[in-house]
């Protein structure tokens, strides 16, 4: 399988290989398919499993044929992409069906996608805006007025008794006035409200990290990423015996709208991908040993019904590690931006 090939750069990450299936290799494997085919066909005048394969229609051969395209070419794709150390980052597209004509070599013609290189941006000059966070009197007094009709109490007004009551309810014996109760509130809500801003700035610190590193990720891997995530939901809502349209119809949304979300969607969870495995490079972030084996141990306790042969795996552990890796990438990373005395304030 040497000289099958001919590859020409489009850009630094797109490339068009041009494959030629010799028609000696083509023809062994469209034989063989070919006589499994003829086992099963019964003609009158022969046994069943005899049949000539000068008797299968045109219309059989053809279908024969393509499988046998199907089989080979991903043979001599896989064999030119390691040949050439490509790694791409979405299934080959074909620019054309490939004429298939006895004895004559097979040429077609595809597009490898791989991710472009990227240089992480000055991380100093990605700043977020801290506001100061504040609970209202009107805040505080829907929340009372919320429970009020929630809650089940022998006292109707909102008292000094019926805070107490409310109290118990709530698992705080601590509460005996309506005061207490109220500061209880605020601070629940204060503490609501601080959860929101980290997860809003870590957001808005991701987006202008990717902007800064100018990561734009080719359409080629979103379209698949979105493709991906349009068969996950097919298949879960089939499970599920859901009718999809039914689905579309009760959520008011249309399949067009849906196929948006999932590139939207399929887009950012790319370019944070990237992002952090090269702030991680960058960073030099590593996950010890230690580390690795207190995670394993934490997945263990979290699914204790898992195959215990999962854990020792080689590759299942490689693929942990890679997603610890970027997951302490991305606390480093939020660490830096925000400031470590501000996130062990919102712990």
Known sequence: MDNFYKIKEINPYTFEITITIPSDSFKKSYDLLLKDYSKDLDIKGF?????PSDLVSDQVKEVVQFEAFEKLAPIYINT???KEELEPIAPPEYKETPKILEGIDIPFTITIT???????????KVKVKKE????TNEEVQKALDELKESQKTAEKELNDKWAKEVGKVLGDEKVKTLDELKEKIKNAIKIQKEHYQLHSMQDQALKLAIKESKIEIPQAAVDFEARERERFFNEDIQKKGINIED???ANNITIEKMRELWQLDAKEAIETDVFLSLYADVKDVEITDKELEERIGAIKKERPDTDESIFSNPQWKEYIKKVERKEKGFRTFIEEVLGKEFLDSHN
């Open 47 to 51: 046994r069943k499993g005899n049949v």
């Open 80 to 82: 030119t992409i390691s």
């Open 114 to 124: 791989t991710m472009p290189d990227f240089k992480l941006g000055d991380i100093k």
């Open 132 to 135: 100061d966070i504040k609970v």
């Open 247 to 249: 689905f579309l119809k």
